[in-house]
T-cell receptor, first 111, second 115 residues
Framework: GESVGLHLPTLSVQEGDNSIINCAYSNSASDYFIWYKQESGKGPQFIIDIRSNMDKRQGQRVTVLLNKTVKHLSLQIAATQPGDSAVYFCAENGAGNQFYFGTGTSLTVIP | DAMVIQNPRYQVTQFGKPVTLSCSQTLNHNVMYWYQQKSSQAPKLLFHYYDKDFNNEADTPDNFQSRRPNTSFCFLDIRSPGLGDAAMYLC??????????????FGSGTRLTVV
């Protein structure tokens, strides 16, 4: 089946720095990707999405980049704040009508 | 505010004793999902309802069942909980089926402990 994996299980950044969280996916037929943020004890929260006909999409302080050639997805958070500390998951709508989640990256922001 | 509500937030059940988790939504979304999330792992889809149509994942154990009596409510039944079923159970909804490019709205989850 499809798999979505993350390169780094943990990431620590200084407050104010930019964060980059990476994700690799295996299903070249996937056409829609979402980044979720999950704080401790809460359900995942939608951050930003991107369709496969785009290679970049920007939101408020966040940017998602999609490289279909190497099947790589990244989430960039500008001026990281303590409130950004959470686990971040990438997820894809694969061809099998199933939503797959990656392993997750735990982001810790150091004040 | 429209939302997805899961009750209870914390549930303790005895080994082998049936337990039901509930989810309700005010979003009028036609698709509802149940995910299992174990500690430090990604959410794993158990099944989903597209309207009244039930869609089970191939690797979901028979011990897990679901009911959707109406658009707003969906239940997860664990017939004989084992210690390995201790997890956070997440309910999610969406306006369309997976693959149509719509995202989910998640509830806050129910953390199940099996003793």
């Amino acid at each position: 089946g499809e798999s979505v994996g993350l390169h780094l299980p943990t990431l620590s950044v200084q407050e104010g720095d930019n964060s980059i969280i990476n994700c690799a996916y295996s299903n070249s037929a996937s056409d829609y990707f979402i980044w979720y943020k999950q704080e401790s004890g809460k359900g995942p929260q939608f951050i930003i999405d991107i369709r496969s006909n785009m290679d970049k999409r920007q939101g408020q302080r966040v940017t998602v980049l999609l490289n279909k050639t190497v099947k790589h997805l990244s989430l960039q958070i500008a001026a990281t704040q303590p409130g950004d500390s959470a686990v971040y998951f990438c997820a894809e709508n694969g061809a099998g009508n199933q939503f797959y989640f990656g392993t997750g990256t735990s982001l810790t922001v150091i004040p | 505010d429209a939302m997805v509500i899961q009750n209870p937030r914390y549930q303790v059940t005895q080994f082998g004793k049936p337990v039901t988790l509930s989810c309700s939504q005010t979003l009028n979304h036609n698709v509802m999902y149940w995910y299992q999330q174990k500690s430090s792992q990604a959410p794993k889809l158990l099944f989903h309802y597209y309207d009244k149509d039930f869609n089970n994942e191939a690797d979901t154990p028979d011990n897990f069942q679901s009911r959707r009596p109406n658009t707003s409510f969906c239940f997860l039944d664990i017939r004989s909980p084992g210690l390995g079923d201790a997890a956070m159970y997440l309910c999610a909804t969406s306006r369309g089926a997976p693959g149509q490019g719509v995202g989910y709205t998640f509830g806050s989850g129910t953390r199940l402990t099996v003793v």
